[in-house]
């Protein structure tokens, strides 16, 4: 069997508003084994994001434990925190989040440069990932001026730059019409089956989710399998 890369065990998290708790998460347990991708699915706030979140250790459960690639990651201080992000996560949202004032080819170089590496190494890295993106006539273009789902491409060329063992997506195709949405999934399958990487992807959109290894729901507070 595979190694495992990711397992949440347990995972609880409630949010106070007002006088209220909501009870988001009551007991989540993710397990997903090297170079798979699975979907995760559930109506708009059912807590996918939280979940991604907690996943990614941006955020912490109230209560549960979090491995990642062997390495438990429940009771970590923020500066292993950060040094797991950076070595071995990689992200992808809704909404690109690319830095405006930079092209694409320095959007996909300054992750690499501030994990460490040169910036000789990391601008030969995002050429090449550009080139397997199909943008490599794009590259010194600012994000204003790329559409939608050029924009998309770069921001998966980032999550992707430090090679990370694990990809969390939120919604990566949300904001893009059906045929570029299909064409941006292509893409990330492409480079996530080529790279041999675990994927995490949440998505509203039930084709798609088809399409992926494994389709696991979050119902009231809890994961389950499809």
């Known amino acids: 069997m595979s190694n495992e890369i990711l397992s949440l065990k347990n995972i609880k998290r409630t949010f106070t508003q007002g006088k209220n708790q909501l009870n988001i998460l009551k007991g989540s347990d993710i397990s997903l084994s090297e170079g798979e991708v699975v979907a995760l699915v559930g109506p708009s706030g059912s807590g996918k994001s939280t979940l991604l979140h907690i996943a990614g250790l941006l955020e912490k459960p109230d209560s549960g434990t979090i491995t990642i690639c062997g390495e438990p990651c429940s009771n970590m201080d923020d500066d292993n925190r950060t040094r797991v992000r950076r070595h071995n996560l990689g992200f992808v949202y809704q909404h690109h989040h690319l830095l405006p004032e930079f092209s694409a080819l320095e959007n996909i170089s300054i992750p690499q440069i501030i994990n460490g590496k040169s910036k000789k190494v990391s601008r030969k890295r995002a050429k090449e990932l550009l080139e397997w993106l199909g943008l490599s006539e794009r590259s010194t273009h600012r994000p204003a001026r790329l559409s939608g789902g050029e924009q998309q491409r770069v921001a998966i060329g980032r999550a992707l730059s430090n090679a990370p063992k694990l990809l969390l997506a939120d919604e990566p195709t949300g904001n893009l019409d059906p045929h570029t949405a299909d064409e ?12 041999g990487l675990t994927a995490l992807i949440a998505t509203h959109n039930t084709q798609l989710a088809s399409r992926m290894d494994r389709v696991i729901t979050l119902h009231e507070g809890y994961v389950v399998d499809a």
């Open 184 to 195: 941006i999934f292509n893409v990330l399958m492409r480079l996530a089956r080529g790279a």
